[in-house]
């Protein structure tokens, strides 16, 4: 069951007319009921994460078309938080009374509420739902809040979207007290923090030496690419309470992440820059070529990608010569790899 609503603050310009006369009041699309969701999986989903997979699946859908990514607001994510323990907590569907006031800086603000049996299923009725799907891609809004509740089975959640006034401070996603100036990744970790595609290791940092692990690299290429996240998949050693487990069935399923071997995906293992190459050049949509610009890929099974990727200008390798291939990705590495692939 789902539910959706927009609301509009007017113009300055419509002020303006109301004081001459022609008064403009504040618009609330009536709410409208999609039905009773009755979702294919047997168990609510686990996952602890449930609000960021709502959030991937959001963007996945305004990626495809175009559209830009909307950026996460924790005052957002506390007032969907709160609305959903109290849907729950009712046992009944509706939306926030107090939505307008709840919500503070807002030029246009609008709220999708449901429940069901997983993430994948309650995405898939929103956006059969014209209402609710117009909300999830309005270009006229640009941040959103997920507030998630999981009670006897069920799952609870609220989307809340925003297009702050004008006067809303510039938001500071990107600026990292571990990224100095100086640094050659700098700009690039910038623009995939604003891009919505990669966040920091805490609040104010990035940690742009560590390594990228297996599932971490699903995430930053499931965003990036537009991949929905996916609620089950092939790997027996993906834990469905894992934080990336949605973006690495969603991965394997669009034919991008493959598994380390038989069915393990060994998502804490590091990325090495062999494998990274074979990820990225399946998700940009690019071909295996024959090698002749390193010396030191010869035999290694994704040759046919570092080199396709070398092509595409996506990467120059560790040196003049070599690619060293079995040395792990970096963070830093990685907001530049995305960047270069994506055009970010």
Not at 53 to 82: H, I, M, T
Not at 121 to 141: C, P, Q, W, Y
Not at 252 to 263: D, E, P, R, V, Y
Request: aromatic content about 4%.
């Amino acid at each position: 069951m789902l539910r959706p609503i927009r609301t509009t603050r007017p113009t300055q310009a419509a002020k303006r007319r109301g004081r001459r006369g022609q008064v403009r009041r504040l618009v609330v699309a009536t709410a409208v009921l999609a039905g009773m969701l009755v979702a294919p999986a047997a168990h609510a989903d686990p996952r602890p994460d449930l609000a960021g997979r709502f959030v991937d699946s959001v963007n996945a859908e305004r990626v495809q078309r175009g559209l830009p990514r909307l950026q996460v607001a924790s005052d957002l994510n506390a007032v969907a938080a709160k609305h959903s323990v109290r849907m729950a907590d009712q046992r009944l569907l509706h939306h926030n009374p107090n939505l307008t006031t709840d919500v503070k800086n807002w030029a246009r603000v609008a709220e999708n509420v449901g429940r069901g049996r997983s993430v994948s299923s309650l995405h898939t009725a929103f956006m059969n739902s014209e209402g609710h799907k117009r909300n999830i891609l309005d270009a006229n809004v640009t941040q959103i809040g997920v507030g998630v509740e999981v009670r006897d089975g069920t799952v609870w959640v609220t989307k809340v979207f925003r297009r702050p006034s004008a006067s809303a401070s510039p938001a500071s996603t990107g600026r990292f007290r571990d990224v100095g100036s100086a640094s050659t990744h700098g700009t690039n970790i910038e623009r995939i923090a604003r891009a919505g595609v990669a966040a920091g290791c805490s609040a104010d940092r990035f940690c742009p030496a560590d390594s990228v692990s297996r599932e971490q690299m699903a995430t930053f290429l499931g965003r990036a690419k537009g991949v929905l996240p996916a609620d089950s998949g092939p790997f027996s050693d993906v834990s469905p309470s894992g934080t990336h487990t949605g973006n690495v069935f969603g991965t394997a399923a669009a034919k991008i992440a493959t598994g380390c071997s038989g069915s393990n995906y060994c998502p804490s293992r590091d990325l090495t820059r062999s494998e990274m190459a074979a990820f990225l050049g399946r998700a940009m949509g690019l071909t295996e070529k024959p090698v002749r610009t390193f010396d030191d890929i010869a035999g290694d099974p994704n040759a046919g990608w570092i080199q396709a990727l070398a092509d595409a200008g996506v990467t120059g390798g560790c040196d003049a010569d070599r690619y060293c291939p079995d040395a792990p990705v970096s963070r830093q590495q990685m907001a530049s790899f995305l960047v270069r692939a994506f055009k970010l």
